[in-house]
C-alpha cells in the first residue's frame, strides 16, 4: 500500500525538477511517518487481524488525525505552507545576511553610494516579491527578453560600488 506514496513522489518529481526527491518522499509518505508517532501517542488505533485485508494485517480502528480525508488535506496544506515559507525564509536570510555584510564592510562617498545601494537591494527585493506572488510569464520569449534586463545588474552593481569605500 505505501509504495504508492513513492511513485507519486517520483511522478511528482517531473512536474517539479527542482524540488528534492527527498521533500517529494516526505511530502508524499508525511502521513505514513505521522502515523507511528500517533499510535504511540494513544491518539490513533490499529489492531493485528491477519487475514484483515489482502495486502496487510492491520485493522485500522481509529485514525481521525493521519487518515481522515480533511486530516489529510490539512496536513498536505500544512506541509506545502512550511516548504514554501521554508524556502523563502532562507533564500531571503541568504540575501539580507549578504547586503549586511557588504553594508557593514563599506561605506557610501556620496548620494550614489548611498542612493542606488539602496536602489539596487529594494529593487531586488520588489522582483523577487514579484515573482513569488506575480502571475505566471505570458511566454519563454517574455522570460528570454526580460531575462536580458539581468545584464544591467553588474553595471548598476559596479557603479554604486565604485562610490562606496572598504
Known amino acids: 500500500m505505501f509504495i504508492g506514496h513513492?511513485?507519486?513522489?517520483?511522478?511528482?518529481?517531473?512536474?517539479?525538477?527542482?524540488?528534492?526527491?527527498?521533500?517529494?518522499?516526505?511530502?508524499?509518505?508525511?502521513?505514513?511517518?505521522?502515523?507511528?508517532?500517533?499510535l504511540l501517542l494513544g491518539w490513533e488505533v490499529v489492531r493485528i487481524e491477519p487475514g484483515n485485508t489482502a495486502v496487510v494485517p492491520l485493522a485500522f480502528a481509529h485514525y481521525p488525525i493521519a487518515r481522515s480525508?480533511?486530516?489529510?488535506?490539512?496536513?498536505?496544506?500544512l506541509c506545502a505552507l512550511l516548504y514554501f515559507p521554508a524556502v523563502v525564509l532562507l533564500e531571503g536570510l541568504m540575501f539580507a545576511g549578504g547586503v549586511c555584510l557588504y553594508a557593514r564592510g563599506t561605506r557610501a562617498k556620496d548620494a550614489v553610494g548611498r542612493y542606488a545601494f539602496l536602489g539596487f537591494v529594494g529593487f531586488m527585493t520588489l522582483v523577487y516579491a514579484a515573482d513569488l506572488v506575480g502571475p505566471p510569464p505570458p511566454s519563454w520569449q517574455a522570460v528570454a527578453w526580460v531575462g536580458l534586463a539581468a545584464w544591467l545588474f553588474p553595471l548598476w552593481a559596479e557603479w554604486f560600488d565604485r562610490h562606496r569605500t572598504r
Open 69 to 77: 480525508l480533511v486530516a489529510a488535506a490539512g496536513w498536505s496544506a
Open 6 to 38: 513513492y511513485a507519486v513522489a517520483f511522478a511528482a518529481k517531473r512536474t517539479a525538477p527542482k524540488v528534492s526527491l527527498g521533500v517529494l518522499v516526505g511530502a508524499a509518505s508525511l502521513l505514513d511517518l505521522l502515523w507511528p508517532v500517533f
